[in-house]
């Protein structure tokens, strides 16, 4: 008797499985080349821009890894507090010279390139050769367990942090009302 082997082919791109592929690429892609624009722009407004581009895919793949609640605060905290603060700071600060730099360094373009190199295909080579096995779920992932932790267990955390952002906000009021001069 010769067993049959089943032979198990890639899934095309109308499956599920490959649909659900593609959504993860396009929500990786929105990730780096928000990073890549938040890396290389000359304007810091850009930058910025990059920046809430990048934490929008970063917010998309915690709810594709189905953390909803993780998404939101990703979404909350860092686009909404984060970078709202930095555009607040660049609106606040004193205007630049319009100096050109000369180039940073003959090292710096070949060395960074190696480096970022080494660092993917180290990552690429730990994740071929890794058994990624599925975790049991520990509960259901509801808000309302995160709500209750968060009220109850949490709470010293969950009011140091509205005090930290009760802070920045107060000081950025400060610097505001003294304006760019002092």
Do not use: W
Not at 43 to 70: E, H, K, Q, T
Not at 104 to 125: C, D
Not at 145 to 164: A, D, N, Q, R
């Amino acid at each position: 008797m010769n067993p049959t082997v089943a032979v198990s082919e890639a899934p095309g791109l109308l499956t599920a499985d490959g649909l659900v592929g593609l959504v993860f690429l396009i929500m990786l892609a929105t990730t780096v080349i928000g990073g890549i624009i938040a890396c290389n722009a000359e304007r810091l407004v850009r930058a910025v821009a990059g920046l809430i581009v990048c934490f929008i895919g970063v917010a998309a793949i915690y709810y594709f890894l189905n953390s909803p609640f993780v998404a939101m605060m990703q979404m909350l905290i860092y686009v909404g507090a984060v970078c709202i603060t930095i555009a607040f700071a660049i609106m606040l600060a004193s205007p630049e010279e319009n100096k050109k730099h000369g180039p940073a360094g003959a090292l710096n373009g070949p060395l960074g390139l190696v480096t970022a190199g080494l660092v993917t295909f180290g990552m690429i080579g730990l994740a071929l050769n890794t058994d990624f096995l599925a975790l049991p779920k520990i509960n259901n992932g509801a808000m309302e367990k995160i709500g209750i932790e968060l009220l109850t267990t949490y709470s010293m955390v969950f009011e140091l942090v509205s005090i930290v952002l009760l802070i920045a906000i107060i000081g950025s009021l400060v610097i505001a009302r003294h304006g760019r001069s002092k």
